[in-house]
């Protein structure tokens, strides 16, 4: 009986000690938690379209860490990691008691360590868990930290953990920095002896680096590609064909694309790891090396930026900044897809399409390229010479000045900014001026990403097509009017199109614009086939004058270059709309075969004792300003005739400031019916009603 009841005592007392560790180890490992927040810590990439890595940032301790599951790895790697460091990683809770035994029987019969104890839960511990030296006490610690791993994750998160932080040597850490920096690619696909080695490289990573002990490396790899249960992995022979492949003897750098792009995802987006770019690695790494080619033979200081759009898509598929973002002395760490500079002669296209589109011009029709006077601004052509009477078709193709402006002036500068408003473009005027006719040859600023966004509405038909800003955001889809009609679109794409390619190029089907700005500052080139468009700036960061720099013999070789390197076919023009003709001088109608000036150019001033009469706007005239965008730009008010000084009103109320000019910018304040009226020194007086949107 005291038996009975001594076996009792003792039942309880077991079952309150079972109870009370089971208690205080339940306590410890809520107290004490493993670090896995280590592990999410992994290095900032950008990645292209199809999600390939561009570029990637070293973490805050300097480490390659980048990111990676598994499910991403070649699975005879993973099968070959755990036949050699955890045979039972599928069976044992973290701590594998039978490889301990293991390897301490070995250790006793042997002498040395032939097979570690350690499991991959134990090797996960140690890494999120770094400590100095090996101990006794520490791998107790590192077994206790595996058991609480096991608790907390899957055996496929436990994996995903040693994938990540395993170390490679040097500053790579995870399997997929190492794969990419000794083999320069993902490790989705890898050949057994590549495999072979990256399994044998975290044991001591520092000691079998093939980039500074190769022969160590070798029989690290040689020991993994020989035990066997790695052989019952990779199959009979596969050992031996592994080992007469080269290690190899150095490490490749990490794709560094897309630079500017990706520093400004990162200043956007500070806390996002991974960023998703509307880029194609191969696009960008072609424009990056035509861009990087171009600039070693232009010369120091000259810098290249190339922007390529899909003008359906709106997606920028393609972005150089700068020919080389560490060039300190083409100032490469800025980009210059995003600054304002002066498109030279960029813009005719649009000029010459609005023409085309208000029916004051055909293809065909005569159009003097003489010396001309628009009240005080005199254009001259980029060679200094003049042509004479040339047909539309041939202004457009040679680049002529005057008659670009002779078709502005007629428009009106205001209207075709205010055209371009439908692309979301807004160009950007000098301090205290309105729009006049020196934009036709560059007098506004304008970045390249727009300028491509302008071309882009060429290719994609007349319709306005936002550029995304290439990273996470998707392009906005513009509703509303068409940037020009499509039959306007289809005879400047008909012009640009048959316009010679630079010497040494190849005639590849695209139409293409070149531009000059003043003094020399500034040379584009934009192109074009039925789907995409690349623009290419060449110039000075600091805004300097080069000598003989033009459009044509400097950046158009660029933009075929870049064309035929992209790697994107070309993509035939769409068939002409309905309407849209190529007539023969001889069927143009007798308003079209010659081009009549009735704005202020060439227009004969009257005597000084006739009345004034205001020539723009005319009587009647509908006038876009900009209304619908918000943004209403200045209106040119012009008059011929009268004795000055002239004073201006508009809606009865007197404009400020009499002037002696035959010139008045005025800004409305507000849309709909308005009655302008001058009054010259004698008292005569013109009116016109016009409405404003």
């Not at 006793?108 to 991959?120: E, F």
């Amino acid at each position: 009986m005291a038996m009975l009841r001594t076996l009792s005592v003792l039942t309880v007392v077991q079952a309150a000690l079972a109870v009370g560790i089971t208690w205080a180890i339940a306590w410890a490992d809520k107290a004490y938690p493993p670090p896995l927040d280590r592990a999410a810590v992994a290095s900032r990439e950008v990645l292209d379209a199809d999600g390939k890595l561009l570029r990637a940032f070293t973490t805050s301790d300097s480490k390659w860490r980048l990111a990676i599951k598994a499910a991403d790895v070649d699975p005879q790697f993973l099968q070959m990691l755990v036949a050699y460091e955890d045979q039972r990683f599928a069976e044992h809770r973290g701590v594998d008691l039978w490889a301990i035994g293991r390897a301490g029987w070995q250790i006793a019969t042997n002498g040395r360590i032939v097979s570690g104890g350690s499991t991959l839960s134990m090797q996960v511990a140690r890494l999120i868990e770094p400590r100095e030296g090996r101990s006794f006490t520490s791998k107790l610690l590192q077994m206790a930290r595996a058991v609480q791993i096991e608790r907390r994750l899957s055996k496929a998160e436990i994996l995903d953990l040693y994938l990540n932080l395993a170390p490679y040597g040097g500053n790579l850490e995870g399997v997929r920095a190492a794969s990419l920096a000794y083999y320069g690619k993902e490790p989705k696909r890898l050949s057994v002896a590549e495999a072979a080695m990256l399994v044998a490289l975290p044991q001591l990573p520092e000691r079998r680096r093939p980039d500074r002990y190769k022969q160590n490396t070798e029989a690290a790899r040689e020991r993994v590609l020989k035990r066997l249960a790695v052989a019952s992995v990779i199959g009979d022979g596969e050992a031996e064909r592994a080992l007469h492949f080269p290690v190899p003897s150095e490490r490749k750098p990490l794709p560094a694309l897309a630079a500017h792009l990706s520093e400004a995802a990162l200043r956007k987006w500070p806390d996002r790891t991974a960023h998703k770019t509307t880029l194609r690695r191969d696009v960008q790494a072609a424009l990056e090396d035509v861009a990087r080619n171009a600039s070693k033979k232009l010369g120091d200081k000259l810098s290249v930026a190339i922007v390529m759009a899909d003008a359906k898509t709106g997606e920028i598929i393609g972005e150089v900044g700068s020919a080389d973002y560490f060039d300190n002395g083409r100032s490469g760490w800025i980009d210059m897809t995003r600054q304002y500079r002066s498109p030279g002669s960029t813009l005719k296209p649009f000029i010459y399409g609005l023409g085309f589109e208000e029916g004051m011009i055909a293809q065909e029709t005569i159009i003097e390229d003489r010396p001309a006077d628009f009240f005080g601004y005199r254009p001259k052509n980029f060679d200094m010479s003049y042509q004479g009477d040339v047909t539309v078709r041939h202004a457009l193709q040679m680049s002529l000045n005057v008659p670009a402006v002779k078709v502005l002036d007629n428009i009106g500068p205001a209207k075709l900014l205010v055209r371009l408003r439908r692309a979301d473009v807004k160009l950007v005027l000098p301090p205290n001026e309105v729009p006049g006719l020196a934009i036709a040859l560059g007098g506004v600023g304008i970045t390249l990403k727009d300028l491509v966004q302008l071309y882009a509405g060429l290719a994609n038909r007349g319709h306005p097509v936002k550029l995304g800003d290439g990273v996470h955001e998707k392009p906005e889809i513009i509703d509303g009017s068409a940037l020009l009609e499509p039959a306007a679109v289809w005879q400047v794409t008909d012009i640009l199109s048959a316009v010679k390619p630079p010497v040494g190029a190849v005639d590849m089907g695209i139409a293409y614009k070149t531009g000059t700005s003043y003094g020399y500052r500034d040379a584009w080139s934009v192109g074009y086939d039925g789907r995409h468009v690349i623009g290419v700036w060449i110039g000075r960061a600091d805004n300097g004058a080069i000598p003989g720099l033009s459009g044509y013999k400097s950046a158009a070789p660029i933009l075929f270059d870049a064309f035929r390197k992209s790697g994107i076919a070309i993509t035939a023009f769409p068939r002409a709309p309905s309407g849209a003709l190529r007539l023969a001088e001889a069927e143009l109608p007798v308003s079209l075969k010659r081009f009549a000036h009735t704005r202020s150019g060439l227009i004969a001033l009257t005597a000084r004792e006739a009345a004034p009469q205001i020539v723009y706007p005319p009587q009647g005239a509908e006038v876009e300003v900009g209304f619908n965008y918000g943004d209403p730009t200045p209106l040119s008010l012009k008059l011929q005739g009268g004795r000055p000084p002239f004073r201006w009103l508009a809606n009865g109320v007197a404009l400020p400031d009499p002037t002696r000019k035959r010139v008045y910018n005025w800004r409305p304040d507000g849309a709909g019916f308005s009655t302008l009226t001058v009054i010259d020194a004698d008292g005569r007086a013109a009116s016109v009603r016009v409405f404003l949107n």
